[in-house]
């Protein structure tokens, strides 16, 4: 790992993930340490008739709060945020958070690309975007963003994926930072 990379503050950290990355955050939220000092902010795709149960499970696993995020909460430090199902998730210049209902981005709403690219611009150099487990192309075109604002981006290691080919098609389309399993993935978001 860079440690110059690591000596820079994280202004935020996005979570992205599809099918197969509840089985990580499941195994990462607990190892994490508790009172961050920036926000986690997980996108996960989710089926529209998903309940809010899920916030609740992670919180189970997890020593940080965690919230299911409404309309124009503000985003602060030491909290896990969870994109609500069937809404794209944005941060305004303010630090709230703003939902959207326009279109499925890559088949997807919430869209890991339009919150990474949200975060970009708000956060510049210090966004930090995760991407794991997934079927699609989500999350590739807001490492993009994420990088040429100067931020840092993170895949899991694909042989290590339930489903590899998004990190894959992270690695392959854009510039990429770390490449890490689990437990590398704590050690550096325990080192932010």
């Not at 089926?47 to 992670?58: G, I, Y």
């Not at 807001?142 to 042989?159: A, C, H, M, N, W």
Request: charged share 20%; hydrophobic share 40%.
């Amino acid at each position: 790992m860079e440690e110059d990379s690591l000596k820079r503050p994280c202004g935020a950290l996005v979570i992205g993930g599809s099918a197969g990355s509840l089985q990580v955050l499941f195994q990462l939220l607990p190892i994490l340490k508790p009172a961050l000092t920036f926000p986690v902010i997980l996108v996960l795709h989710r089926r529209n008739s998903a309940d809010s149960t899920l916030s609740e499970v992670l919180s189970s696993k997890n020593q940080n709060p965690v919230k299911e995020v409404e309309d124009k909460d503000p985003v602060l430090p030491g909290n896990v945020y969870l994109a609500p199902a069937d809404y794209h998730l944005l941060i305004e210049r303010d630090f709230t958070f703003s939902l959207d209902y326009s279109e499925k981005v890559n088949f997807s709403r919430p869209s890991i690309d339009v919150t990474f690219e949200s975060v970009a611009e708000v956060y510049g150099r210090l966004a930090v975007a995760l991407l794991l487990s997934g079927a699609n192309e989500d999350g590739t075109k807001g490492f993009l963003s994420v990088k040429s604002s100067g931020g840092r981006t993170i895949v899991q290691d694909p042989e290590t994926a339930q489903m590899p080919f998004m990190p894959h098609h992270a690695i392959t389309h854009s510039s990429v930072d770390y490449i890490l399993n689990i437990t590398q993935m704590a050690d550096l978001i325990n080192r932010l």
